[in-house]
């Protein structure tokens, strides 16, 4: 391209994966939310609003979505927890890599939604002090989960000052 | 311990008390209408009289309330900014507000640190002792000299000038003044039934009657009115405006005055001062003009007011205290990085494909029997390409004198710069479109101001970079291995 990009350095990706259930997880979830957009386009067409071609576009549409979003999601998300750092990798069209400090670590967070409970996953949410600067690991595995929580407070906690 | 003044309550009802003594003479009903003012001043006397605040063990502790008591309390050195606020009541009666920021994250009233009606010289002792006892460099871990800091301030670096008037009519200010004023007239012109005289098709015809001296009229006298507005909204906030670094201590604060009627004077801790935001919008650009603001750790961006450093003022003006406020000139005045074509690209397509469709629609609509003058969404085309050339121009970064510095925005275009420091974090986002043509968005987060600076599409490997070059050892360990 030009001068700037001469010496490239470039990211890897995290180390690790999420567990492989987070798809089946987010396919459930995908799914939930289309038959209710299916459901919508299917009744305004027997009441007779829309026609009935589009109900069946909008289904075509909605298992696409199903079948590939949770797929591309799994594919990228990604994380890793170094002694110095916290790097996660998350989305699917549009992909953001965050990196927070270890010593910038405010408050590590767990939560289990009823959905991710029955697929026996958590979420692990790193805050900073900033409101821009919280990192999300989704479709742990629930033990997994535990452990990089106790793992993570016990760094966080060897560094001092207020972290900000 | 300190009494709070209930004066000013008294005061501030007095008009409606005589009022109601004069409405209840002349109706009769006077008992009533007399408890309905007492009461309440009753109760905020009250208030006043079970306020009371100390500082003890390294904290401040605000009571109040005689049946609910309710105690706040704060460690001293989490106090960021401290603000004595004097409306004219305050003034005549020699009191101020006290508010001290602690960047909480809760913006209820009742958690706020204000400590109202003390009197003047209390207040600025109150100020020296909070930010005296609070220990800086903290981040850094040196604790500087706990000198006393005198209410007294040092010969100020900004200080106001009636020149910087010129600048009101082009600040956002004086546009949202402007769009009141525009919706009055409105209101009224439509009472008056001028609309319904004004016919747009007249002027498309070339028919030259009252209409168009209307509406000329009407525009000329609209941009007097805005000027007028602006013009005195801005004397009214800035009046006296002084940017001063208060002697003692090595000077450990920024202080910021200003005000006509109310007066305002704002300290900043400087160790909380993370960097800064000059702002550049469309319209102070055109008036060679610029307003800087600083980026406090702790104080977020709904916390505005107590952040800013200069008013509108003259470029060179602003960039020489920005350049004091950070301690070198290289960030504010010193070249940017263009971000390369593919950015360049994205900007003209993010700006012309919006306005090709705004445009194409108009010649559709009228194509299909719309009005002519419709066709006036063909404007859109060239205000994008305008839009779109000085985005282009605007864009940059820069990694200097210890700071990350980004610029972007055209009608708001901004530079902000970050002190390294005080980034927290990196977030690299791109989108399936960015990263087909090489370009990453790097965001530098922070604990204050609006979060985080910006680094719109920047070349992926430049990003990595940057981000690499500011904070190696966070960076480094994720790099690709060669």
Redesign the interface.
Known sequence: ??S??D??????E?AERVSPRARSMWRLGAALEGAFVVGVAVVTAVVGWTPWWLAVIVGVLVVAWAAVVPQWRYLVHRW?V?E??V?TQT?W?????????MS?IQTVDLSESAVSRLFRLATVTVT??????A?SIAGLDATRARELVAELTTRADAV????? | MLLVHPVREVLRFLPVLIGVFVAGRSTGGGLWQVTAVVVPVGLGLLRYLTTTFRIHAGRVELRRGLVNRHVLSTPVE?VRTVDLTSSLIHRVLGLTTVRIGTGTASSGGDDQLDLDGLPTARAQALRAELLRIAPTG??T?VEHPAAPLAPVDGPPIVSFDLGWLRFAPFTSGGLVIAGAVLGVLTQVGDDLGLFRRLDPESLVRGDRGPTVALIVATVIVVLALISLFAVLGYLVTNWGFALTRPAGGGGAAWQVRRGLLTTRETTLDVDRVAGVVVGEQAGLRLARGRRLAATV??L?SSQQTSSSLTPPAPTAVVLGAAAQVLGTAAPVRGPL?PH???AVRRRWTRALVPAVVLAGGAVVAVVLGAPVWVLAGLAALPAAVLLAVDRCRSLGHALVGGCVVARSGSLTRKRAVLGVDHV?????????FQ?RV?LTTL?A????GS??VTLLDL????A??L??RA?P???D?????D
């Open positions: 391209m030009e700037l990009t010496p490239s350095p470039a990211l890897r995290p890793e170094t110095t750092a790097y989305g069209w549009a992909r953001e890599r965050r990196i927070a400090p910038r900073t002090a900033s409101a821009a600067g990192l001092d000052g207020d972290a900000t | 989490r903290e981040a871990g750790t702790g977020d990085t390369g074509p593919a927290i974090g990196w977030n690299l986002r791109a989108t399936w990263r090489g965001v987060t922070t604990a204050g979060q985080s070349p992926q490997a430049r990595v970079e981000a690499g904070i050892e966070l960076v360990q994720f790099l690709v291995r």
